[in-house]
């Protein structure tokens, strides 16, 4: 099992611009959740999905949205970039929502100029 | 609000010496706790959860209601410990996780 795969692994964007990224859960993890980590700080929450469902959103703007398709698949789509969005964006899936045991992937290195 | 600190970004030892990662979290209700760990060029993965109260590698974390703390522990540090930590807690019934600030561990020869 590859585990939680993340593409594209880098990107460059610049200001004004959308960029969508994707996650590939492990094999049998119908949850998926994002999270964005600026240099520095801690994984910050953005959103949960399970079963193509929204289960929680976390403090970002509407810029950010997110969907998960019926092979549990999901992507994290940011409008209107902001030098501020330049992060690491994490996907973590796990078995069910409310489980602790998140398995993460190696992040999206998102870079806005 | 709910918060995790870390109070410490950076923590650096002697191979051997006692090692303690502090954790503070500020949280209505009662949370999960958990020490996640990154090591160099690693994903994030969990390391002990507070539930499970058990030994990994040597880490032990008590949860202290009293004081709201987590602190991680280890009697005797070694080099292979060197990574990145991270608390978190998730709030009942929520998928979220809230993560610290992180402590960079370094441990020296």
């Known amino acids: 099992d590859a585990g939680v795969t993340q593409s594209p692994t880098h990107l460059i964007k610049t200001r004004g611009q959308h960029v969508t990224l994707r996650c590939s859960p492990i094999?049998?993890?119908?949850?998926v959740s994002w999270y964005q980590q600026v240099l520095g700080q801690g994984p910050q929450f953005i959103f949960q999905y399970y079963e193509k469902e929204e289960r929680g959103r976390g403090n970002f703007p509407d810029r950010f949205s997110a969907r998960q398709f019926p092979n549990y698949s999901s992507e994290l789509n940011v409008n209107a970039l902001l030098l501020g969005d330049s992060a690491l964006y994490l996907c973590?899936?796990?078995?069910?929502?409310?489980?602790?045991?998140?398995?993460f992937g190696s992040g999206t290195q998102l870079s806005v100029l | 609000a709910q918060r995790v600190t870390q109070p410490e970004k950076l923590l650096s030892v002697f191979k051997g010496a006692p090692v303690e990662l502090k954790c503070n979290y500020s949280y209505s209700g009662s949370p999960e706790l958990f020490w996640y760990v990154q090591y160099s060029r690693q994903r994030l993965q969990l390391l002990l959860r507070h539930i499970s109260r058990e030994s990994i590698k040597g880490f032990t974390a008590d949860l202290n209601k009293g004081e709201t703390s987590f602190h991680l522990k280890k009697p005797f540090a070694q080099e292979e410990d060197s990574a990145m930590y991270y608390c978190a807690l998730i709030g009942s019934n929520t998928g979220k996780l809230i993560f610290g600030q992180g402590t960079t561990l370094q441990v020296k020869p």
């Open positions: 973590a899936s796990s078995l069910v929502p409310h489980n602790e045991k998140l398995f």
């Open positions: 094999s049998g993890h119908k949850s």
